[in-house]
Structure formats: C-alpha cells, structure tokens
C-alpha cells in the first residue's frame, strides 16, 4: 500500500516552511529555496543567487513530499495508521530528515536504530507516547526552538486527530 500525504498534512508542512522564491541560508543548513527544498528535481543543490517562481516552488515541494512519502512508506511498512497520523509523520519526517550515520533522524539513529517515534508508531500507533516523541525533536536553545515548538505541537494535533 502507497499512501499519500492528506491535504492537512501538506498544508501543515507549508505553513511551517514557508515559501521564498529566492535562495536562502537557513542556518548552517545548505541554501534552500521554495518550500525548504535544497535540491531541485534533475538532483542538482540550490546555489546562491537561485529563483524560483511559485509554480516552480510548488512542483518542487510535491516532489520532495513524494520523497518522505516513499521514506515514510519503507519505514512503516504495513503499519496500520491513519491518514492523519501518516500526513504528520511525513511532516516531521520533511522537517528533520531520515537520519544517516552522521545525523540521527526520523527513520534512523546514527547508531543505526531506528528512533523511538519510529519504534512506538511500528508497535501501537495509536500510543499516547507517540506524541511525546515527536515534541522532542526540537532544538533546544536554538534560533529555531519557539517555531519548532508550534510545529510539533500541529504534527502532535494531527496525528490524534
């Protein structure tokens, strides 16, 4: 079974990533452009100096939700979730990243695990716990920690409702 981001879920994910047509640095993170995308559909990285139009952003963003959407899928396999809890974990998932072996992520830990909120959504998505995880990938501290928080409070919402 494929499943799809629902509408709430990428509205949720706009309404946190906002949309600059122009190239920006957010952060230490590679320039980003659009809806959060740091690379465009041929694989190639923003660069500084890059614009986009709206249509092009919205492309873009569809094609990166296509992205965790099939990350979201490998990782939750035949999981039982809701549209809702699905839309909310491709939001955190777009958000923070899969993981690697340098970064832990949604999907996996650097140690090579998966993480927690992976974990409790494969046993019983429907744990209270769940939300619990998500809330803590903030970063704390950070320029970014106030939004985070929002953020995570919307993914939490969606995902009970």
């Not at 629902?6 to 809806?35: H, M, Q, R």
């Not at 046993?123 to 716990?129: F, K």
């Amino acid at each position: 079974m494929t499943r799809k981001t629902n509408n709430a879920g990428v509205e949720l994910i706009k309404e946190f990533e906002s949309c600059e047509l122009e190239a920006y640095k957010n952060g230490k993170d590679p320039w980003t452009i659009g809806w959060g995308a740091t690379y465009y559909a041929d694989g190639s990285r923003v660069q500084r100096g890059d614009t986009i139009t709206q249509q092009e952003a919205d492309i873009l963003l569809a094609m990166h939700i296509r992205d965790f959407e099939h990350m979201a899928n490998k990782a939750l396999g035949s999981t039982p979730v809701t549209d809702n809890q699905f839309a909310a974990f491709v939001s955190i998932l777009f958000n923070v990243g899969p993981g690697s072996s340098w970064k832990s992520g949604i999907v996996k830990l650097k140690n090579g695990k998966p993480s927690t909120l992976l974990a409790l959504m494969r046993a019983n998505p429907n744990d209270p716990l769940v939300g619990k995880e998500f809330v803590k990938w903030i970063s704390a501290g950070s320029i970014f920690e106030n939004g985070l928080r929002r953020r995570r409070g919307e993914e939490v919402k969606l995902y009970y409702s």
